[in-house]
């Protein structure tokens, strides 16, 4: 797939709008190129998010050390509104008690909230 950049790749962009086939209507050499555009771009998204991120906890904390999974449960909440415990469990394959141990440290930090209670309780950004 072609890395996308507008102005690098706008021969490409061309060229394939006229692989199209009019006869048969075959687009697929243009669908392949949109397919590139739409990775690239989900790559600079998610590197923007994550420099969006590691800039804020910076910013508010100071230089913090994460490991994978908790770095892992953060990039999730860029996405997705909260976060459970049976779903942190699930994600790493870990007791109950260790998906609590994986997220003290993000709760201690601020970079995480708890909310809710009981088994009604759940985990968001701040």
């Given at each position: 797939m072609p890395h996308?950049?507008?102005n690098e790749?706008?021969?490409?962009?061309?060229a394939a709008l006229q692989t199209a086939d009019q006869k048969t209507l075959d687009i697929t050499l243009w669908l392949d190129f949109c397919e590139g555009v739409a990775v690239s771009?989900?790559?600079?998204?998610?590197?923007?998010?994550?420099?969006?991120?590691?800039?804020?906890?910076?910013?508010?904390?100071g230089q913090i050390f994460?490991?994978?999974r908790q770095m892992k449960i953060l990039?999730?909440?860029?996405?997705?509104?909260?976060?459970?415990?049976s779903e942190i469990q699930e994600m790493f394959n870990v007791s109950r008690e260790m998906a609590n141990r994986i997220i003290k440290v993000l709760l201690e930090q601020g970079l995480i909230?708890?909310?809710g209670?009981?088994?009604?309780?759940?985990?968001?950004?701040?």
């Open positions: 996308f950049c507008p790749n706008r021969g490409r962009h061309y771009m989900n790559r600079v998204k998610d590197a923007v998010l994550e420099l969006s991120l590691d800039r804020r906890a910076k910013e508010k904390k994460l490991n994978e990039k999730h909440l860029q996405t997705n509104p909260r976060i459970s415990i909230t708890r909310r209670r009981g088994k009604a309780t759940y985990y968001a950004l701040p």
